[in-house]
């Protein structure tokens, strides 16, 4: 924090939300560039979250428990997967097709035709996807992002296979390393029991160790997907890689390789 | 800066585990683990019961909503909770829309803060440490904690220059860090 002294005070007062807006904004554009910042903001809200055992008092009434259960029993679940399920059509479109270029060994003649495809379908679909999308605020600018990760030009694409053939697990990372953000859709994955998980790594282009870069489950179809996990912005990609993970994640990935694919 | 992280128990993999694959008995162990935490700090903000176990609620439910909310590779469920429920209830006290996605705090713990007994200690050693702080200094970290005011609204209601304030809050923290190394 030496090098960074100026932001220390706002820093911890950003932390506990106690920064005006007009100033929060200048520690915001810091915390874009400045991993130690960040990591340093994480211990300052561990900071506070032992400010706030200090609060312990009485137990909640009993009643709250049963209004909890009933309230899960009833509530629908809203994981990162069930997107993918409202929209199996284009979620499962992209990663079907590299499979077929990959079993007919056109892959890399064939990317741009397939993304040009993708590109014309989504426009096709923009108007009613935005339209569904707009039941909730959340969930209408996850999908604005994956549009544009989709189509832009700019982001980086990779594709990720299983190196021997067969109808194997496929997936493909869509990039965007200036701002860190990460739009990842996986097709054909094995089931998992419940101790295990899926983790995503990003393999960076410094040679630096892998960086996890989310976990996930797959749907009953094997599906699954994964957006902007936390990744610094400005980190450069050199390979993604799939592992298998005890759940509910690791720090390192574990071999071997599910899926792996390195950038374009 | 801290140099390492505790990361979840057995006991928070598992319910994480079980909530992300949508256990139900997983969330009755989340909530008897950890309700009066979750409570306890509602009510130090909001200082009403019925609106307290209303916050209690939202955050349980939106972790049942959506688990992937809470990564459980950038620390522990017991601090993550306890900061989103400070956040709410700051929020609902003063009646305005979530400013914070829980999607976006990441809490960094280097304490073991999974067990009721692990807690127990933690906070002797933060009551300790707050009562061995100046008068001042409590008054400003709390303040703004545990009332959301700004530093500019803690140096108004102190009639303390806004560095001062600054400074008293971030000291506070400070040494909460150093009590529990």
Known sequence: ?264 | MASARIQPGEAERSIISGIRNGREDAMAQLYDRYSSMVYSVALRVMGDTSAAEDVMQEIFMQLWRNPSAFDANRGSLAAWLAVVARNRSIDALRKRRPETSVDDVVVAADIDLESDAARKIALEKVRGALAGMPAEQRRAIGLAFFEGLTHTEVAARTGEPLGTVKTRIRTALQTLRKVMA
């Open chain 1, 1 to 264: 924090m030496a090098a960074h002294e100026q932001f220390a005070d706002d820093l911890a007062l950003y932390a506990i939300g106690s920064l005006p807006a007009s100033e929060a904004a200048g520690v915001e554009k810091h915390l874009e560039t400045c991993a130690e910042c960040r990591r340093e903001l994480e211990s300052l809200r561990g900071d506070a979250a032992l400010l706030a055992l200090s609060a312990a008092g009485p137990a909640p009434p009993a009643r709250s428990r049963e209004r909890l259960l009933a309230a899960v029993k009833n509530a629908p679940r809203r994981q990162r997967m069930i997107l993918y399920h409202a929209k199996p059509w284009w979620a499962i479109a992209p990663v079907a097709a590299s499979l077929a270029l990959a079993i007919f060994g056109l892959f890399l003649w064939r990317e741009n035709t397939n993304l040009r495809q993708q590109q014309a379908e989504m426009q096709q679909k923009q108007q009613s996807l935005v339209a569904e999308l707009a039941r909730t605020e959340h969930e209408s600018e996850k999908a604005r992002e994956m549009l544009y990760m989709m189509t832009s030009p700019d982001v980086q694409k990779v594709s990720l296979a299983t190196p021997k053939g067969a109808p194997q697990p496929v997936a493909k990372a869509m990039y965007k390393s200036d701002k860190g953000h990460l739009l990842f859709m996986a097709s054909n994955l094995a089931p998992l029991p419940s101790s295990k998980t899926y983790e995503l790594w990003l393999v960076p282009m410094s040679g630096a160790a892998p960086m996890p870069a989310g976990t996930f489950m797959p749907d009953a179809k094997g599906g699954a997907m994964v957006m902007n996990p936390p990744i610094p912005p400005g980190t450069e990609a050199k390979a993604f890689a799939v592992t298998v993970e005890d759940a509910p994640g690791s720090e390192k990935p574990t071999m071997p390789m599910v899926l792996m694919g390195a950038g374009q």
